[in-house]
Structure formats: C-alpha cells, structure tokens
C-alpha cells in the first residue's frame, strides 16, 4: 500500500495523541540534576561554574544508569554468556561516570551524549550490515515482534543518529547551562519519539501486508 511522505508524517505526528502515562524513572535523573546544579554552584561558588556543572552531570548520569542497568544486563545476556554479559554491562556503565570523575569541563558532559548516541547507533548500524536483529529482538523480544525486527534494526539506526544531531545542535546553539534542562527532558522526548516511531513501523508493516 503506497504512502506520500505527507501521509507518513501525518500518521507519526498522530501517534503523540493519548500518550500513556510516563514511567517516573524517566524524570528522576532530569530532576538529580535539575536540583544539584543550583545548590552546588552555590556551594562551590561561581568560580567553580564548571565542577559544578560536572558533579551534578555525574550524579544524574550515575542514577540514570543504575535505574537502566538490570535492562542492560537482561539485553546482553540475549547475545552473550552470563560472564560477559557482566563485563561488559559493567564497561559501559563504569567508563562514562570514570571519565567524567576525572574531569570539570561541561563540554565532556555533553559529548558524554553523544558518544552514547554513536554507539548504539553502530550497533545497530552493524547489524543491519550484517542482516542482523539480535539487538532489536533485546529490545523488542515478544513473539508479535518478530517480522517487525528487520525494520526496527533500521529506524534505530536512524533514531541514534537524529538524536545525534540535536544532542550537537544543543551543544552549538545554547548555552551549556539550558543544555542541561534539554538532557532534564531527554528521556522524556527520546522515549516519546521512539514509541512513535515504533507504532509508525508496525503500521507500516500492516500497511503492506494488506
């Protein structure tokens, strides 16, 4: 079944209408920093902008990860042993909150983003290479998903390297202060953006098939 692209983007912006209610841990790590920054750059002093900055970074970045971390043990343990699951769920999780400890630079923080953004993104981006759906069935495993995996693999290439974009637009455009009310409402968009996407793949799948 043939659709304009005025259709396709018509049926994505319907899919933002009667969103279910949002799970609270997606507001938690917005709200760590929303409230840490204030108070530390008081408490440090405005000399310390910077430090500040970072240390409210790393504690919402550190709640954030500790909230997603069983998922992401639960995801690798769909492709690897339990041991390496362990490790490398223990990485990915570990590396980012070390090397932002090391430094008080708010750029680092930012980037710290996008880095985030570039490695699902080749994640994906290298199972679509390879005619994979492992990863897209971690993250979608019921059995109705199946025949929708193929394209999943694709739109999340796609959502990693749009997300990409705005996180270095935001970087480039606002100051680094109003960036952190964006990363605040990250979860939120990312997560209202992606059930969209998913739902405009399902009936586009349907679509076809009919």
Do not use: K
Not at 73 to 91: D, K, N, P
Not at 144 to 151: A, K
């Amino acid at each position: 079944m043939h659709r304009s692209p005025f259709d396709l983007v018509r049926l994505f912006l319907s899919l933002f209408q009667d969103l279910p209610p949002l799970s609270r841990a997606l507001y938690l790590p917005g709200a760590v920093l929303l409230i840490g920054y204030p108070v530390l750059s008081v408490l440090l002093g405005s000399d310390n902008g910077g430090q500040a900055f970072a240390t409210a970074f790393l504690a919402a970045l550190a709640v954030r990860i500790g909230m997603g971390f069983e998922g992401m043990v639960r995801r690798m343990l769909t492709r690897y042993s339990a041991g390496q699951a362990v490790v490398f769920a223990l990485l990915m999780a570990g590396l980012p909150l070390a090397v932002l400890a090391l430094v008080d630079d708010p750029l680092w923080c930012q980037r710290m983003q996008s880095v985030f953004y570039v490695v699902i993104a080749g994640i994906f981006l290298q199972d679509l290479m390879h005619g994979r759906t492992s990863t897209a069935a971690s993250f979608w495993p019921d059995a109705e998903m199946r025949e929708h995996l193929p394209n999943l693999t694709r739109m999340m290439v796609v959502y990693n390297f749009g997300f990409l974009l705005l996180n270095e637009t935001m970087i480039r455009a606002v100051d680094p202060s109003h960036w952190l009310l964006f990363w605040a409402v990250l979860p939120i968009i990312g997560h209202t953006v992606l059930r969209a996407m998913v739902l405009t793949v399902i009936n586009l799948d349907a679509g076809h098939e009919a």
